[in-house]
């Protein structure tokens, strides 16, 4: 199963994020792709206002992981690129179960220590402001939430 | 009675610690840096960092006390840095500190990093209230207001990338080494101001933004080197610091004249560059601000810093008990 | 004489401190999480618990892995601070071994880490501990190969399509066997990932 969502602004992003912050839950994984400047932290900075987060979301290529810890629930926020794959202590699996939100950028170059059940969400670029937001749920508790909210 | 702090700094790609007396004074500090294996990889590498770490942090701790001729029971309290910083890095300097303090029964101190850089300045003379500290490094950039010690209020911050990550890669597209930071600042100094670049985020907040002149240099590459040009590395260079400094300086004077501050102290590793240091020097001078900026050893990464922070958090008791993890959070506290 | 037993390396996690050949105080759990927090609490719980204190233990003994690199490293970082400290003596074991220790009918044990991309980290042992295949990082089926031959138990925390038992470690064993080892300076003790990281790899095939 497949969504394909088309945003027309900023705002429309956000929105996607806020829908989904609303079915929150626990070691939500979020993975997100799509090259530089299509909104991977748009939709972050979206995520963590409806957590109720009052820090600015800012890029967190320099340690790898930031932590907002006072939010209705912790989140996690990631941008593996830097790693070029190379995951090893980083402390990344870690995460999945610290009982808050995580949202990784360029989760594709980790696969293979992503967890089998999560929301996998591919953002392209069709020109300036639009995007297409391919959302794929893995696993019943993220099915029922795209259900839910899309 | 003198207050003896033993701190350990181990962030990113330097183990570090020192003894420092009284939040001031540096007895002893050790670095031992790891910048020359990271080169080889064009940037550090956590793992690798994390094995360097553990490599060497009973060396270092031993080498500390030994050239302080002190041994632990001089000590009054430890103080670590918490985060942020690379997890892995961090891990093994919190293991240490809770392991030294529980086999001599020390306190344990948790120091922020960002409070560490701030109270580098407290080593070259005491911080005078209210200040609004400049802090620029490779993962912040924040204009924070101090009305008293230990007192931080975050008046402004990047809303994207931190003004470190913008010289990386700026240090990337034009084709310059590891560390990518103070080469484009060497650089910048030979080039000439000839590209046009905008001025990010040139409104009346204190945020700053870096991520729009980094895409504005990579695009700008891009097309010269589509039209067969080469790009004058030096020039742009230069113009791409002249725009960060100018950007930086007039928020950071701005914000003196907002909160009626007089006193100026730079932190972070980005606070040696020489164009930052030469336009703050020159402004304010010409405002009659009273500014510090550390010597070009405490600006990066050391245990100093943490040493001279972690007195003045040790003087306002707050400690961390054998639980204390390393942690990611930004929030300055 | 009193032991120090630190194992954060396997997804078993064990502090024990045990008198001459007695176990005293034996913490064991498959929570590999939050490790970083909990781990000194547990080990203040073990001395607290015994009426003993750090400087009271004549030898520690650490596994220095193979295993997660993170989790090797905590534990490793705890003995080595506290060995240079209490200048105790700190002796490393395998992680493997320890694995190893493991009561089976066969005559062959063989421990298995999941490394990941079809990776392990295995070595092969008999009853007495003592190592027949070296400890090493190593293709599942390269290593299964290595030993088709022998009666063998596979000795696991990680899931694999083969069986593997996952019983408790028998520390007495694994201290006896090393009881006269001579300590290492914990300066020059370090951990033993068997694995170069990705970085180094790429590098090095430049």
């Known amino acids: ?150 | 009675m003198d207050t003896y702090i033993l701190a350990i700094e181990s962030s990113c790609d330097e183990t570090s610690l020192s003894i420092i007396k009284n939040g001031s004074e540096e007895i002893s500090t050790v670095v031992l840096s790891q910048m020359d294996t990271h080169a080889n990889y064009g940037g550090v590498v956590p793992e690798i960092a994390s094995r360097m770490h553990i490599e060497n942090i009973t060396i270092v701790i031993e080498e500390c006390l030994n050239k302080a001729n002190m041994t632990m029971d001089d000590i009054d309290a430890i103080a670590i840095t918490y985060g942020p910083g690379l997890i892995g890095s961090l891990l093994i300097g919190v293991m240490a500190a809770k392991t030294l303090a529980y086999i001599y029964n020390k306190p344990l101190v948790p120091v922020h990093h960002i409070a560490g850089h701030i109270y580098a300045n407290n080593l070259v003379r005491p911080m005078e209230f209210p200040l609004m500290a400049l802090v620029v490094s490779g993962g912040h950039t924040e204009l924070v207001y101090m009305k008293e010690h230990y007192s931080f209020e975050v008046v402004g911050t990047t809303l994207d990338d931190a003004i470190g990550e913008a010289y990386d890669k700026v240090a990337r597209v034009i084709g310059v080494k590891y560390p990518g930071g103070p080469n484009v600042d060497k650089l910048a100094h030979i080039g000439k101001d000839t590209y046009d670049l905008p001025l990010p985020l040139n409104d009346d907040t204190f945020n700053f933004s870096f991520s729009g002149i980094k895409s504005a240099v990579i695009n700008l590459a891009h097309n010269e080197e589509q039209r067969g040009n080469t790009i004058n590395k030096e020039d742009l260079a230069c113009s791409f610091q002249n725009r960060v400094v100018d950007i930086l300086t007039k928020k950071t004077m701005h914000a003196l004249t907002e909160y009626g501050v007089k006193n100026l102290i730079v932190a972070g590793g980005v606070s040696a560059n020489k164009g930052l240091r030469e336009k703050l020097t020159y402004l304010c001078e010409k405002e009659g601000i009273n500014l510090t900026i550390p010597e070009i050893k405490y600006c990066t990464d050391n245990a100093a810093m943490i040493g001279a922070a972690g007195y003045f958090a040790y003087k306002l008791g707050r400690r961390a008990d054998l639980t204390l993890n390393a942690k990611a959070t930004d929030r300055l506290n | 004489m009193k032991y120090l037993f630190i194992n954060t390396s396997t997804k078993k996690l064990v502090i024990s401190i045990v008198v001459d050949n007695e176990i005293k105080y034996d913490y064991t759990d498959d929570n590999s999480s939050d490790l970083s927090s909990r781990i000194m609490p547990i080990i203040d719980e073990a001395f607290k618990s015994t009426n003993l204190k750090p400087e009271d233990i004549d030898t520690i003994f650490v596994t220095n892995g193979p295993g997660s690199f993170t989790g090797i490293r905590i534990g490793l970082t705890i003995a080595k601070v506290m060995a240079w400290g209490l200048k105790i003596k700190v002796v490393p074991i395998s992680s493997l071994e320890l694995m190893a220790s493991v009561d089976s009918s066969k005559e062959y044990i063989a421990p298995l880490i999941d490394a990941r991309r079809d990776y392990v980290f295995a070595g092969l042992y008999d009853k007495n501990l003592n190592q027949i295949v070296p400890d090493k990082h190593i293709l599942l089926s390269e290593f299964k190969s290595l030993v088709k031959d022998k009666d063998v138990v596979y000795v696991s925390h990680d899931e694999f399509d083969f069986e593997v038992i996952n019983n408790s470690y028998d520390i007495l064993k694994v201290i006896n066997k090393h009881i006269n080892d001579e300590g290492v300076n914990p300066h020059t003790l370090n951990p033993n990932y068997l694995k170069l990281t990705e970085a180094e790899e790429k590098l090095k095939e430049k």
């Open chain 1, 1 to 150: 199963m497949e969504y394909k969502i088309t945003t027309r602004s900023v705002e429309d992003t956000m929105e996607i994020a806020q829908n989904i912050e609303s079915e929150k839950f626990p070691n939500m994984i979020i993975c997100l792709d799509g090259e530089l400047g299509s909104g991977k932290t748009v939709f972050t900075k979206g995520l963590a206002n409806a957590l109720g987060i009052n820090e600015v979301i800012t890029s967190p290529t320099f340690t790898i992981i930031k932590e907002y810890l006072y939010g209705e629930m912790p989140l996690y926020h990631m941008d593996v690129y830097r790693l070029d794959g190379n995951v090893d202590g980083v402390g990344i699996e870690e995460y999945f179960t610290k009982g808050g939100i995580v949202v990784i950028e360029w989760a594709d170059t980790i696969k293979d220590i992503l967890p089998k059940e999560r929301l996998d969400i591919k953002i392209k670029v069709l020109d300036e402001d639009v995007r297409t937001l391919i959302i794929e749920p893995h696993g019943k508790a993220y099915e029922e939430l795209c259900e839910v909210v899309l």
